[in-house]
């Protein structure tokens, strides 16, 4: 049965995200910790299109594991093709990561008029790009100052001017695409590696660079 199961996942594919609700929690340093290197990575805050996301976007369901072990169960539901809400459950003691789940076979989609499937790439349309705490901070190349002390402040410059150099070749792409060429993604960072503030990435600082 598990390898049926692991034979049929390989015949979809599976993107994962949060709700934006996590945000502000508990859970979102979490996430930031397990998913971005220990807040070394990038949070992007994206919107589906209602259609798409009531098609194929799945809430995951967040259960105790001795519900994973009934196998009698399991092999109802996939002989009853419900193979998507097994692929859509874990543990309860995940259920701070708010997960949602958008599946698709890796074939593509069905066409309107019949079952042939066509190439699919899963939309999104990026609102804000948030570059974490860690981000752009390197411990084995700390700063110095004249009289060898450690500077935090030069560390953090340091870390500011690399924030800018990532973003704005993000900002680079995204605006020569037809995409987002009306409708800029806002950038964020922190205000510090120990702040649980955010400051706004402004567009004039992100254009200077590009000149």
Not at 14 to 41: D, P, Q, V
Not at 183 to 202: A, G, H, N, Q
Request: glycine content about 4%; aromatic content about 14%.
């Amino acid at each position: 049965l598990t390898d049926k199961i692991y034979n049929e996942k390989q015949e979809n594919v599976i993107c994962c995200f949060s709700s934006r609700k996590i945000i502000g929690t508990y859970g979102e340093e979490l996430m930031w910790a397990h998913y971005a290197n220990s807040s070394k990575g990038i949070r992007i805050d994206f919107s589906i299109d209602k259609e798409l996301e009531d098609t194929y976007v799945k809430k995951v369901e967040y259960k105790p594991k001795k519900q994973f072990n009934n196998g009698a169960q399991l092999k109802r539901e996939l002989d009853n093709n419900k193979l998507e809400s097994i692929m859509c459950r874990k543990s309860k003691a995940w259920t701070y990561e708010k997960e949602h789940r958008a599946i698709f076979h890796k074939d593509g989609i069905p066409l309107k008029e019949g079952k042939k499937l066509e190439p699919f790439f899963f939309p999104i349309n990026i609102e804000a790009i948030t570059f974490g705490r860690g981000c752009g901070f390197f411990p084995d190349t700390k700063p110095y100052n004249d009289a060898e002390v450690y500077d935090f402040k030069q560390e953090q410059e340091n870390a500011e001017k690399h924030i800018l150099k990532i973003a704005s070749f993000i900002y680079k792409v995204l605006k020569e695409s037809n995409k987002y060429k009306d409708s800029m993604p806002e950038f964020y960072r922190y205000e510090d590696k120990y702040s649980l503030k955010t400051v706004k990435i402004e567009k004039d600082e992100l254009d200077k660079l590009l000149i």
